[in-house]
């Protein structure tokens, strides 16, 4: 035989292989029906297969606002800020002071020098500077001891009078209850109140920081 016409047999049969291996593989995804052909076939089961395409973010003039009065799923807290800035506590001397003083004096130390001592003095005595200034008033008063936990929170949450509020800052209620705790504290640590009431510097050494 002579050369060529082997190369031309070797070759010829070389294609041939491929054909079928290809047509083959071809053949059998084309024509064999896979299963999920046949359930699509059926109408009520093709709804994966033509379902409706969701593009989240497809509308821009649909903005993913929450309505006002959303409350985180953990639940929310009530506003009664109409209320207690009309004058009424009643709902203020409702609030039950939820934790254990003693466990958030040091959250509660940083966080009143962080928001309070700026107007209210670092012993609560409104001594500051800006204090003066503002007419902010001292918490060692026999009236501000007099206070109930829920008014000294709402009054950090609402603010009241000149004083602005402090709840859109201190906005964790933990946080709000530790400042109570602490002015708590001022007032246990300084001199009983009658000496308080006129605008003398404070008695007491300063709490320790
Ligand atoms: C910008 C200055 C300023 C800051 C900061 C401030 N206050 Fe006041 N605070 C005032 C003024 C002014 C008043 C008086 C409000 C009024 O006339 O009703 C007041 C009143 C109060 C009263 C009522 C005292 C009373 O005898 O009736 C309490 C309690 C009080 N503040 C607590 C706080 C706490 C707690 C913070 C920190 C979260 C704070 N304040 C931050 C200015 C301030």
Not at 7 to 13: D, G, I, Q
Not at 102 to 115: E, R, Y
Not at 156 to 184: E, F
């Amino acid at each position: 035989m002579p050369k060529r016409t082997v190369l031309t047999v070797l070759t010829a049969l070389t294609a041939l292989t491929a054909l079928t291996a290809f047509t083959g593989c071809n053949w059998y995804y084309d024509k064999v029906p896979s299963p999920d052909d046949l359930m699509k076939a059926i109408p009520w089961f093709d709804h994966m297969v033509k379902s409706r395409t969701v593009h989240p973010y497809a509308r821009a003039d649909l903005p993913r606002n929450t309505v006002p009065g959303t409350v985180p799923i953990t639940g929310g807290e009530a506003d009664w800020a109409a209320e207690f800035l009309s004058g009424n506590t009643a709902t203020a001397d409702r609030l039950v002071n939820p934790t254990v003083p003693d466990a958030t004096l040091a959250q509660g130390d940083t966080l009143f020098h962080t928001f309070c001592a700026v107007c209210h003095g670092n012993t609560g005595a409104a001594d500051s500077p800006i204090g003066r200034r503002v007419g902010a008033l001292s918490l060692l008063t026999d009236k501000a001891r007099g206070y109930s936990d829920g008014y000294l929170y709402s009054i950090v949450r609402y603010g009241r009078g000149l004083m602005p509020r402090y709840g859109d800052k201190v906005y964790r209620h933990g946080d709000r209850w530790a400042i109570v705790n602490y002015v708590r504290k001022l007032q246990a640590a300084a001199a009983p109140a009658a000496a308080m009431t006129s605008p003398t510097p404070p008695t007491s050494p300063s709490p320790p920081r």
